[in-house]
């Protein structure tokens, strides 16, 4: 099970600096293409062989005054229900500010632990500052510097002790998981208690208290797998349900450990940012992907021109990552339900499926013979031989060159389009690897 680690504070202590540090190692996740900078308030970190999530809350808040603290105050709130960890970040410079106490009081409550950070502590001088932010009354203030890395290492000893001690949740290995995820209202529990069958999801959650359990196994029909549970439904009045940041948040754990994960979009609303933030969430672990469309009862004009423009559409947000099933259905009149399941048992399949080496090079090797690379600074590049490697986590292919330096994204990506057109691989990354031969 994946921690999370949560960073809070109020804007310009530093958050995205720390954020950065900690992910740094992995940095190379996040890309620039076009997207959001959202991107870049979810990582992965690993310290000391532990491996983590980390989330920066400040990339969401709203910057105008009257909406400002309130916006912070629920991202706070949201933070401590779902992370493991809470690192809270205040500026030594400036000392204890309204907005420091605000969050202060929040962070009192929690069950969860809380790790003070006392950010921009450069010199000697500082240290003995930092000692005011005692009042806060959140125990020891830890001296750091995000931006030079000085006391980070000891930070993060102090988080990994302070992870909830595993209890290995008990699933049997070759089962494959699913997770259905999607912003709020796009039909989640609907979906589920239609396969479910009865109204499990409306679960009393009592403060404090872990959730029951994250697996729920499924075998009806000839099926056989476990649902990750996305957290259950909250009392509506927690936080207000307009929040980008609470569906990621709420989906983080449940991509993390899923197999294939079925995005759930409402068919009377099309394709938001929010979906592109889970859907990139999906992507950035590598999980298997299925599009539903949902409430396709309620779409007035359901022609096959209505369906592939619509398929279009979404493939073309999507891209270049554009080989997934779109299945259109209704949780509600529980149409092609079972074809959902199906679909994604299916897609697990090709997650695992196997080219022989004969195969595969019987295939690629003419294709790359009238296709070559394009030589680079007159040099030709050679591929002559291309395996797929073995126990990976997505279908992963090696093709073997004499200068893999010079095999550019664009070539890759037909190399992977070409083992596509060949193999079922729908609803699955693949990762392409040139390596020296």
Request: net charge neutral; glycine share 6%; with cysteine.
């Amino acid at each position: 099970m994946g921690n999370l680690v949560a960073i809070v504070g109020r804007p310009n202590v530093g958050k995205s600096t720390l954020f950065n540090r900690l992910t740094k190692t992995r940095h190379a996740i996040v890309s620039d293409e076009a997207g959001t900078t959202r991107d870049r308030q979810y990582g992965k970190s690993e310290w000391t062989g532990h491996e983590f999530s980390v989330v920066d809350t400040g990339g969401w808040v709203v910057n105008s005054e009257d909406i400002f603290e309130e916006e912070i105050r629920k991202q706070v709130t949201l933070a401590t229900e779902e992370a493991d960890v809470i690192l809270f970040l205040v500026d030594v410079n400036n000392g204890i500010t309204d907005l420091d106490e605000a969050v202060a009081n929040i962070l009192r409550r929690t069950k969860k632990p809380v790790i003070l950070v006392a950010n921009k502590t450069d010199n000697n001088d500082q240290i003995y500052g930092a000692a005011e932010f005692y009042a806060l009354g959140l125990g020891d203030p830890h001296c750091i510097s995000a931006a030079t890395g000085s006391g980070t290492g000891d930070l993060l000893d102090l988080v990994i002790s302070k992870f909830p001690k595993q209890t290995a949740e008990e699933t049997e290995e070759n089962i494959p998981r699913f997770a259905v995820v999607g912003r709020p209202n796009a039909g989640k529990s609907s979906l589920i208690n239609a396969f479910i069958g009865e109204e499990r999801h409306i679960v009393t959650d009592i403060a404090g208290t872990t959730r029951d359990s994250i697996y729920t196994r499924y075998t009806k029909f000839g099926f056989d797998f476990y649902l990750v549970d996305t957290a259950g439904i909250r009392k509506k009045n927690k936080v207000s349900e307009d929040l980008e940041f609470y569906s990621v948040m709420r989906s983080i754990r449940a991509i993390e450990n899923a197999d294939v994960c079925v995005l759930m979009i409402d068919a009377t609303r099309g394709i938001e940012a929010q979906d592109m933030n889970i859907f990139q969430l999906i992507q950035r672990n590598q999980k298997s992907l299925v599009v539903v469309v949902n409430k396709w009862d309620l779409v007035e004009e359901k022609s096959t021109a209505v369906m592939k423009e619509f398929e279009y559409a979404i493939r073309n947000r999507m891209a270049p990552f554009d080989d997934f099933p779109i299945i259109f259905a209704s949780a509600l009149t529980k149409q092609r339900i079972y074809k959902v399941l199906e679909t994604a048992k299916d897609v697990y399949t090709s997650r695992k499926a196997r080219v022989s080496t004969a195969k595969l090079n019987e295939e690629m090797l003419p294709l790359i013979e009238a296709y070559p690379p394009p030589s680079m600074k007159g040099k030709y590049i050679k591929i002559k031989y291309c395996m797929q490697l073995p126990e990976t986590q997505i279908p992963s292919f090696v093709f073997y060159a004499n200068l893999p330096q010079y095999v550019k994204e664009p070539y890759r990506r037909f190399l992977e389009n070409k083992i596509r057109e060949r193999w079922n691989f729908s609803g699955t990354p693949i990762n392409i690897f040139i390596r020296q031969k």
